[in-house]
């Protein structure tokens, strides 16, 4: 099963960065960088001012939840003076619901030093394009679940959602589930701080957006 788990943390950095500069500054290293981009979603429909900036920040090893992972990290910057550290977390596929849950657990618990480190490598090239710098501890965290396969019908996605192995009672169970959006072959489970997400493309239009 084709499966990806992203955090996100969102950091406070400047007043305003200037994303032309950025780009400028990380291709003098020769690194790569992109502009937010939508596959599938009309850009009709939704438009950026002037879209974040993605840097690509390597494979790193990490362990998470007792297991190690070849995490791809990332950084988006945003004009407003906002970096966002993903980590995209990739299991085995043959993985398991228990060694799934266990994993979205852990991933609750990844320390702020652990974003911090790529937070700050990366202002380390691009900080001449800050205003007023200033940088806070994390403001916002957010996980996605992503699948590109179908979800198994026996996993039960809401502790995944609630980030608690717990059980619940039934209320709690439909107000969980009840912000649910789909089109013609996707869906898109939304909490207050994570998303499940089923795309069979492996377009990353959905999780781009709720990153917003």
């Known amino acids: ?4 788990v992203i955090a996100y943390r ?5 007043d305003e960065i200037n994303l032309d500069q950025v780009q400028a500054l990380w291709h003098s ?3 790569i960088s992109s ?3 939508l596959d599938r979603i009309s850009t009709k429909s939704i438009t950026f001012h002037d879209p974040p900036v993605l840097v690509e920040l390597g494979y790193h090893e990490m362990t998470v939840g007792g297991v190690e992972y070849l995490v791809e ?3 988006r910057i945003q004009d407003l003076g906002v970096i966002c550290i993903l980590f995209n977390i990739p299991p ?5 619901y228990q060694e799934y849950l266990k994993l979205v657990l852990a991933v609750e618990e990844l320390p702020d030093e652990a974003f911090r480190r790529f937070l700050d490598a990366t202002m380390e090239t691009i900080g001449p394009a800050c205003t007023n710098q200033n940088i806070s501890g994390y403001d916002e965290d957010f996980v996605v679940y992503y699948f590109q396969d179908p979800i198994p019908g026996d996993w039960d996605i809401v502790p995944f959602l609630l980030k608690d192995a717990n059980p619940v009672n039934e209320e709690t169970r439909e107000s ?4 649910r959006f789909s089109y013609a072959d996707d869906i898109a489970y939304l909490a207050w701080d994570s998303a499940v997400v089923y795309d069979p493309t492996g377009s990353m239009d959905i999780p781009d957006l709720l990153e917003f």
């Open 1 to 4: 099963m084709r499966t990806n």
């Open 176 to 179: 969980t589930l009840a912000n």
């Open 10 to 14: 969102l950091f406070d950095v400047a």
């Open 92 to 96: 085995e596929e043959d993985i398991t």
């Open 29 to 31: 290293r020769n690194k």
């Open 35 to 37: 502009r937010l981009r």
């Open 73 to 75: 990290v990332k950084a």
